[in-house]
């Protein structure tokens, strides 16, 4: 189906959501609902820190679940050689 969790970006310092899922799956509200159990538990155990995601930019439909979870568009990264959109929970 898929997975997602929280990861430290490559460099160590900031703390990520991230999710993909098999095609399959898409569209069916499995993203927002598994990230809204990630932002409970984040926001459980480290209140005080900021959460990012980053994305693709041509995966719009990542984007808008990042937009629907309380996250912004920060900036442009290229992360592991690949440029990415880096988002920021509100």
């Given at each position: 189906?898929?997975?997602?969790?929280?990861?430290?970006?490559?460099?160590?310092?900031?703390?990520?959501?991230?999710?993909?899922?098999?095609?399959?799956?898409?569209?069916?509200?499995?993203?927002?609902?598994?990230?809204?159990?990630?932002?409970?538990?984040?926001?459980?155990?480290?209140?005080?820190?900021?959460?990012?995601?980053?994305?693709?930019?041509?995966?719009?439909?990542?984007?808008?679940?990042?937009?629907?979870l309380?996250?912004?568009?920060?900036?442009?990264?290229?992360?592991?050689?690949m440029?990415?959109?880096?988002?920021?929970?509100?």
């Open positions: 189906m898929g997975d997602s969790g929280l990861f430290y970006l490559p460099d160590g310092k900031r703390i990520e959501l991230g999710f993909r899922l098999a095609k399959a799956y898409w569209g069916q509200g499995y993203a927002i609902e598994v990230g809204r159990a990630w932002l409970e538990w984040f926001d459980t155990h480290h209140p005080a820190e900021p959460l990012f995601a980053d994305v693709h930019p041509d995966h719009l439909r990542s984007q808008r679940v990042l937009e629907k309380g996250f912004d568009c920060s900036h442009k990264e290229t992360i592991l050689g440029p990415m959109l880096i988002y920021r929970r509100r």
